[in-house]
DNA sequence: TTCGTTATCGACAAGACTGTTCATAACGAT
DNA sequence: ATCGTTATGAACAGTCTTGTCGATAACGAA
C-alpha cells in the first residue's frame, strides 16, 4: 500500500561532502545559540530537511557531530584572523587592523562560537589561536623601527600583552555587543583602543 | 512490609531556605561546568542528597531553579564588584584595585558564570554591572585631580572606555587563563594592564 | 540500460529528563 | 504530648534524545 503523502517529493541524494557541509552549517547555527552542549540531532536534522538518522550516519554520533564541528569552527576562525592579519601588514594601521579583526570575529559569530566552545571545555582554547606568533611578528617590527632611533625595545612581554589586550577586549565585546554595549559604542571603543595601544607601542 | 533498607537513616528536614541555598549551591556548581542549559535536576539533587522532586517542590520547575540561580549568582558578581571597589577608594592603586577585582572574579568562578549566562541570553548583560556607576566615579576623580594643573580634563567617554577595557580584558582573561594562558602570566598581564590604564588615566 | 554503492528514511528501542501524585515523617507551635 | 504544617521521597507518566536496523531509492559507473 502506498502511504498517502502529500506531494511524494522525490527524496534528493546530495553527495557525501555536500551532505556533510550543510549538517554542519545547521549545527554551527545551534552553536551560536546554545552552544555545544544544546546541540540537538533532532533540531539539527530538522533544519537540512533530513531525517536524524542521516545526521548519524554521515557522523557516526551526537559526539561526532560536534568534534568534527569544533574542528571545522577554529579552523575558520584561526583563518579569518589570519587573513585580517594578513590584509594589514603595516603597524601603522592598527585601527584598521582591529576593525579588520572585529569583523572577522563578527562573521558567523566566530567569537561568540570560540567563548561557547572554550567555556564547554573544547578546543585548545587561546593556545589554538596563533596569536603569540602574530606577537612575535610585531615585535620584530618594533625592533626594526627601534634600530635607527636611540630608543630601547622593551622586552617581548610587553609587545606580547600588547596584542593579548585587544584579543581579550574584543572577545568579551563581541558578547556583550548584543546586550549592554550598543554597537556605535563598539565602534568608538575600538577606535579608542587601537589609539591607546598604537601610542604604547610607539612610545 | 517494611522495605528492607540499608540502615533506614532518619529522614533530614531542613529549613525552606537551608534547602534552597543547598540546592542552589549544587545548581551553581554545574552552571560552572556546563553552563545553564546544561543543568540536571536529577544531578543537582544527588549532590544536595536529596530526590529530584524536592527540588522541583521548592523551585516550582526547573526553569524556577534557573532563574532563581541565575538572579543569586547577578547579585553575587555584583556584590564581589562593589567590594573590590570599596576596598581601594584611591585611583592611586589600579594594580591592587585590579587584581582585587580579579580575586573577586575568580571567586567560584564568577567570571565562568558570567560568562555562560551572558552567552545563554540570561541576566543584563554589563548592564546590570554596574561599570558604568564605576566610570563616573573614577572620572570624578580625574576631574578634581586636574583641577589644580593646568591639564584639560578628557571627556567622559574616555574614562568609560578606561574602565571597559580591563573588564573586558579581565573577563576574557579569567576563561582563558586555565588554557592557553598560564596563572603566572595571568598576574603579570594584570600588572602590565594595570600600569597601562593608570599611565593613561595620568597623562 | 543495468548494476553496485550508499545516502536516505521509517520504525523501533533504550535511556534520560522533567513533572505529577500521593503517602509519610520531621519539625515547630501550642 | 499533640497537632498541623510541609519538607521529603517512591512510583509513575510522558516527552525528548540518541542510537540501531532493515528497506528503499537515487546517483554514478560500466
Known amino acids: 500500500m502506498s502511504r498517502s503523502r502529500a506531494v511524494a517529493e522525490p527524496r534528493r541524494r546530495r553527495s557525501a561532502d555536500e551532505a556533510r557541509e550543510a549538517i554542519l552549517d545547521a549545527a554551527e547555527t545551534q552553536l551560536r545559540t546554545v552552544g555545544p552542549g544544546g546541540i540537538r540531532l533532532q533540531e539539527v536534522a530538522r533544519v537540512v530537511g533530513v531525517s536524524h538518522p542521516t545526521v548519524l550516519h554521515h557522523?557516526?554520533?551526537?559526539?561526532g557531530l560536534v568534534e568534527a564541528l569544533v574542528a571545522r569552527s577554529l579552523e575558520?576562525?584561526?583563518?579569518?584572523?589570519?587573513?585580517a592579519v594578513?590584509?594589514?601588514?603595516?603597524?601603522?594601521?592598527?585601527?584598521?587592523?582591529?576593525?579588520?579583526?572585529?569583523?572577522?570575529m563578527k562573521a558567523d559569530d566566530r567569537a561568540r562560537s570560540f567563548l561557547w566552545l572554550a567555556l564547554a571545555g573544547y578546543g585548545p582554547g587561546l593556545k589554538g589561536l596563533a596569536v603569540k606568533p602574530l606577537a612575535e611578528a610585531v615585535h620584530e617590527v618594533r625592533r626594526q623601527k627601534r634600530q635607527g632611533s636611540g630608543k630601547r625595545l622593551p622586552p617581548f612581554e610587553d609587545t606580547w600583552f600588547s596584542v593579548l589586550l585587544p584579543a581579550l577586549a574584543l572577545l568579551s565585546l563581541s558578547v556583550l555587543e548584543d546586550q549592554g554595549i550598543s554597537e556605535f559604542d563598539g565602534?568608538?571603543?575600538?577606535a579608542w583602543l587601537a589609539k591607546l595601544v598604537h601610542r604604547h607601542l610607539e612610545s
Open 187 to 190: 565602534v568608538r571603543f575600538r
Open 59 to 63: 557522523f557516526g554520533s551526537r559526539e
Open 86 to 104: 594578513a590584509a594589514q601588514p603595516g603597524t601603522e594601521g592598527i585601527a584598521s587592523l582591529l576593525e579588520q579583526v572585529s569583523k572577522q
Open 76 to 83: 575558520r576562525i584561526q583563518a579569518g584572523l589570519f587573513d
